[in-house]
């Protein structure tokens, strides 16, 4: 995996995050920050995403929270910037 750091939060102190990585090899993002409180997560829940689709959250996934000021961080593909 070659990773690519791409932005810390620009207001987090020596010991903190999030942070973010580019895996060059898939284009897949990797995120660092703060897991969400367990509010947030039954929000998640109750909301749902398609019909039928669980809700669980499988062990080997998570919730975080990112927070707005590091979406301009995100790098958008040429087909995103394209359309």
Not at 16 to 43: F, H, K
Not at 55 to 67: G, K, M, N, Q
């Amino acid at each position: 995996m070659a990773l690519r750091f791409i932005a810390i939060d620009p207001t987090t102190s020596d010991d903190g995050s999030p942070t973010i990585w580019l895996d060059e090899d898939t284009g897949d993002l990797i995120i660092q920050s703060w897991t969400a409180d367990q509010a947030t997560v039954r929000d998640v829940q109750e909301v749902g995403s398609i019909p039928g689709h669980s809700t669980d959250i499988p062990a080997h996934e998570s919730v975080i929270r990112l927070p707005a000021r590091m979406l301009p961080f995100i790098p958008r593909s040429s087909e995103d910037t394209n359309s």
